[in-house]
């Protein structure tokens, strides 16, 4: 019997493995954001350093919208009529001390609108969205922090604020701060478009196999090695 004739008890614990269901255990997920070139170069560390301190990352459903048909007798018929997409995802760093992820997104914006003139800082026949977006990938890993459930990339991405308030003050409060920002989103890839490549994910493809699941598997070997060899931990 397979688990999903278990239809009564609905228990699928245990260990036979005909039975048994592993829950999805939320938490467990590697956000990675590219961040545009044509504002931060080539260097990576901005992209590092805004991935490693993201703490959450809030996404929202795709939604069938439905159309109704109105005939005799009040009886309705409904119909799907279009799809709402995601058009923002929400997400939250820490601030760190000196102030470099909050400097990521004030450069960010500035070059998008800057801040005391109003007009971009994109010169030069520069300023096009291929230039001011990037991409957001998102990863959703089981427990042992590798085997990956489910994968997305979100294109066309950029901030739709510059955080101010993480310096909001309050003398009778002293604690860690998170900076919430809201990112514009135009398409989504699926993990299956991307590992095959398909249509306009054709040219994400090889930075999503190549460059980002290679250095989640590098990081995780790098933890696992300083923790066996360091006589300080036991």
Known sequence: M?????IFSRSFGGTYEDYVVDPFISGYGYPYFTLPSAIFGNDTTAELKLSATCRTLNLNNITLETTVDDVV????AHYPSRLTMIEEINASFLADMDGEIVNIFRKWINYIRDIRYGTANLINNQYSKKNYSAIIYYF????DGETIVDGFAFTGCFPKSFPMDVYSLDLATNEKKLIEVS????NIYTLKELISGEGESNGISAKFQNSILQRIRNVKQTIQKNYRSSSNLK
Request: net charge neutral.
């Open 2 to 6: 397979a688990w999903y004739d278990n």
């Open 73 to 76: 007798g009040g009886i309705k």
């Open 140 to 143: 959703v890993v089981k427990p």
């Open 183 to 186: 990112f514009s989103v135009d």
